[in-house]
């Protein structure tokens, strides 16, 4: 008798761990493709909503791929262009203000429930390299919202919200 409920439970554990393994594959498919961004707001710990954190038209693309790579890139919609086609030789305030209004990164991601984890290998900013910047998802339709947990932007304590639309 006694073996008969081990086989049961561990019948029971496999098709559960078989279930959450499936349910882990099929939310990845999901994600796998590439996404256009749509709109960005943030939301001060104070409550104070900004729906226009990267301006009304911010530009950006978010790529994942089958073998677990991802890669972003992303734009304010009042980038200006340098006075010179040379990055390093234009002037400083103008490097500055390129470097404020961009942010790029890739890298490996995995994603556990409601939360993709990207593992940063590249980025434009370079403290962000070798860690881990987790977001809250969620799917509606064709489109896709992340969520940063709270974090730091222009010296302010937020959390930012990114609006994909899948590209086809």
């Not at 256009?36 to 729906?51: C, E, F, Q, R």
């Not at 977001?135 to 222009?154: E, N, P, S, Y």
């Amino acid at each position: 008798m006694h073996s008969n409920l081990q086989k049961l439970v561990s019948g029971v554990v496999g098709l559960v761990l078989a279930a959450s393994l499936m349910s882990i594959a099929q939310s990845t498919d999901t994600v796998i493709g590439t996404w256009k961004l749509i709109s960005a707001k943030s939301t001060m710990l104070n409550g104070k909503v900004d729906p226009y954190a990267f301006g009304k038209t911010p530009s950006g693309f978010m790529t994942f791929t089958r073998e677990g790579r991802m890669s972003l890139i992303m734009a304010d919609d009042a980038r200006k262009p340098l006075s010179v086609l040379d990055r390093v030789a234009a002037p400083t305030d103008e490097r500055a203000q390129a470097f404020a209004t961009f942010v790029a990164y890739a890298g490996r991601y995995n994603m556990v429930g409601d939360r993709l984890v990207y593992h940063v290998e590249v980025s434009s900013i370079q403290n962000w390299v070798g860690t881990d910047l987790t977001r809250i998802i969620k799917f509606q339709g064709k489109q896709l919202t992340t969520r940063t947990l709270a974090t730091v932007k222009g010296g302010v304590q937020q959390v930012i919200e990114l609006r994909w639309q899948r590209v086809k």
